[in-house]
T-cell receptor, first 112, second 114 residues
Framework: AQSVTQLDSHVSVSEGTPVLLRCNYS??????LFWYVQHPNKGLQLLLKYTSAATLVKGINGFEAEFKKSETSFHLTKPSAHMSDAAEYFCVVSPYFNKFYFGSGTKLNVKP | DTEVTQTPKHLVMGMTNKKSLKCEQH?????MYWYKQKAKKPPELMFVYSYEKLSINESVPSRFSPECPNSSLLNLHLHALQPEDSALYLCASSRTQDSGYGYTFGSGTRLTVV
């Protein structure tokens, strides 16, 4: 069975402090993994993806994620939050051909 | 061009109306998708087209009718919708149905059924 669990529905950080958004997955296959960001009333933008190459993946806007197979995790991090990072973040697992499983989302709030 | 363009951005329609949503991409992607997103929820897959042929229909009611006239264009025809169909409708495309490439999403059409 395939599933994605985003461990926090809401995360609040202060501007300039680190961001950690947690994602655990369950997959019978070696999956591709993605993080998408959605700003209010907008579509989804791809932040980064893991497709069985380097386990530390760098994305846009200073985000990165580390694939840990032993922990079945793919947590998203950023060293220093910016106000413009406030948005909804979705972790997505794709175990095989054209199947995408979305996590329930984490809303990131950035305080000035 | 690295975008998926959706029109209109907003649509209000009555339950007896017929309307269409349009999605266009010029990235040479051969797989295109319709997703439905309710407030505070993740997107839910509705349809997948691969090389202009419908490959996945996630048991969507027949009041939603997709169409892929060519490799750049995807339509979603709407007829006799219900208020609970109000949602953000997202179009996406990918190079092929091999999901390793990831999707490019449009900014969506906000649909309100009255």
């Amino acid at each position: 069975a395939q599933s994605v669990t985003q461990l926090d529905s809401h995360v609040s950080v202060s501007e300039g402090t680190p961001v950690l958004l947690r994602c655990n997955y369950s997959s019978s296959y070696s999956p591709s993994l993605f993080w998408y960001v959605q700003h209010p009333n907008k579509g989804l933008q791809l932040l980064l993806k893991y497709t069985s190459a380097a386990t530390l993946v760098k994305g846009i806007n200073g985000f990165e994620a580390e694939f840990k197979k032993s922990e079945t995790s793919f947590h998203l991090t950023k060293p220093s939050a910016h106000m413009s990072d406030a948005a909804e973040y979705f972790c997505v697992v794709s175990p095989y051909f054209n199947k995408f499983y979305f996590g329930s989302g984490t809303k990131l709030n950035v305080k000035p | 061009d690295t975008e998926v363009t959706q029109t209109p951005k907003h649509l209000v329609m009555g339950m007896t109306n017929k309307k269409s949503l349009k999605c266009e991409q010029h990235m040479g992607h051969r797989a295109m998708y319709w997703y439905k997103q309710k407030a505070k929820k993740p997107p839910e897959l509705m349809f997948v087209y691969s090389y202009e042929k419908l490959s996945i229909n996630e048991s969507v009611p027949s009041r939603f009718s997709p169409e892929c006239p060519n490799s750049s264009l995807l339509n979603l025809h709407l007829h006799a919708l219900q208020p609970e169909d109000s949602a953000l409708y997202l179009c996406a495309s990918s190079r092929t149905q091999d999901s390793g490439y990831g999707y490019t999403f449009g900014s969506g059409t906000r649909l309100t059924v009255v």
